[in-house]
């Protein structure tokens, strides 16, 4: 999906293929950070900082101390140090920058828990790292498979490979708690490995599998996307949207995180509109605030006894409000000839207006629809029925006597 030329190095800090991030396809820059402290230059005297960004599978980011003085950029694949063996990273960051990017996560840069750089990989690491790599899908199927087989109430979304082969951690979203001894026993025998069970939220799942939105692009939340804020019900309400879950949740099944992007701005400009309990007082009548379009800077009133709404605009309303705070009442909602004219049109109930007004108007018809199907179904019975009962002849009369 990307360009073929951004894990290549260039000589510089910046994306191989030369456009800084951003590449036209869009996958250049995916959860890459630009370095725009690359061409400051240093003292002769400054050390560079020894703390780089590495980069794992999916949205996966930590830090390393580069104890070695490695000369690393943007691009390169690494050896670092694990629990148990060692993994390979791609850095994502180094040089200054990662001074600001320890400080947004609140990281300590003097932290004895940091993890060091081994190493850069070579071909026979890197060899090793691709075969396992390519097995991930293989391992999945089979991992599933056991998971059914156990009738776990869980979901098996993805899993990562270390370098070595010697750990494998799997993602799963679950409701509720789930009974993993048998599980990683079986999982043990199987892949010969240490296993790792890491439960995630379904949006960092959708993070990992990744995909294409609504709106046609990649997900955010595998782009660039790295912090989930919760995404409540009052963010579509407030910006007016129906509540429909199909358009709007996304791909985890949850709320989009894109609604939470212009919600300031919508909660700036609500803030000019009128309360819905401020009524307008006109000489028609007083009207009730209905429905508000906050991008045309509309409002919709209605008198009340009428089903007509009145569209008016915010500086209208708030020249009536400011007319009836001082005493005063305007004729109409609307300034226009035409406004008055739907100000004045009122929906009347009427007799006719349904034709009839009995509510038990349609008993009687069903009564008929029964008469007529009980009708029919007795004009359809045969007439000469045979029965083995004996004929009654107390009356006298003999019973006909058979030709036979």
């Known amino acids: 999906m990307g360009c073929g030329s951004c894990g290549k190095n260039n000589g510089s800090h910046s994306p191989g293929c030369g456009n ?9 820059n995916k959860l890459n950070v630009y370095n725009w402290l690359t061409d400051m230059v240093l003292p002769e005297d400054y050390e560079p900082f020894n703390i780089v960004e590495i980069r794992f ?66 071909d026979e690491q890197l060899k090793k790292y691709n075969f396992y790599k390519d097995n991930e899908q293989k391992t999945l199927e089979q991992a599933r498979t056991i998971a059914l087989q156990l009738q776990l109430k869980m979901k098996i979304s993805d899993i990562e490979y270390q370098a070595d082969g010697k750990k494998i951690t799997f993602y799963y979203t679950a409701e509720g708690r789930v009974d993993f001894r048998d599980l990683i026993r079986r999982y043990a025998s199987e892949f010969k490995s240490r296993i790792q069970m890491l439960q995630v ?28 804020k919760v995404v409540s019900m009052g963010a579509p309400k407030t910006q007016n949207l129906s509540i429909n879950m199909l358009k709007l949740s996304g791909q985890c099944g949850r709320l989009k995180c894109c609604l939470n992007y212009e919600l300031e701005t919508y909660h700036e400009a609500i803030k000019s509109f009128p309360n819905e309990r401020v009524k307008l007082k006109t000489k028609s009548g007083l009207a009730s605030l209905k429905k508000i379009d906050i991008l045309k800077g509309t409002a919709w009133y209605c008198y009340e006894k009428s089903f007509d709404w009145i569209p008016l605009n915010l500086d209208r309303v708030n020249e009536i409000i400011t007319l009836n705070q001082k005493g005063e009442t305007p004729e109409t909602l609307s300034d226009t000839a035409k406004g008055a004219e739907i100000a004045f049109k009122t929906l009347e109930f009427k007799e006719d207006l349904l034709g009839e007004t009995d509510v038990t108007r349609m008993d009687n018809k069903n009564k008929k629809s029964n008469r007529s199907k009980n009708q029919s179904k007795k004009k359809g019975k045969p007439r000469n029925f045979k029965s083995n009962k004996p004929r009654d002849n107390s009356d006298g009369k003999q019973p006909p006597k058979s030709r036979n």
Do not use: P
Not at 20 to 25: D, E, F, H, L, R
Not at 66 to 95: P, Q, R
Not at 203 to 222: K, Q, Y
């Open 20 to 28: 800084n991030g951003a590449c036209s396809t869009g996958s250049c």
């Open 57 to 122: 599978k999916g949205s996966k980011k930590y830090f390393y101390k580069n104890v070695n003085h490695l000369e690393l950029f943007t691009g390169n694949y690494v050896v670092v140090d694990s629990d148990i063996g060692y993994d390979i990273g791609e850095v994502s960051l180094a040089g200054e920058l990662v001074k600001l990017h320890l400080k947004k996560y609140g990281v300590d840069e003097n932290s004895k828990e940091m993890r060091t750089i081994q190493s850069i990989a070579n």
């Open 201 to 228: 939220s379904y949006r960092e799942e959708a993070s990992r599998l990744g995909g294409i939105g609504s709106c046609g692009r990649e997900l955010c939340c595998s782009t660039w996307l790295t912090d989930y």
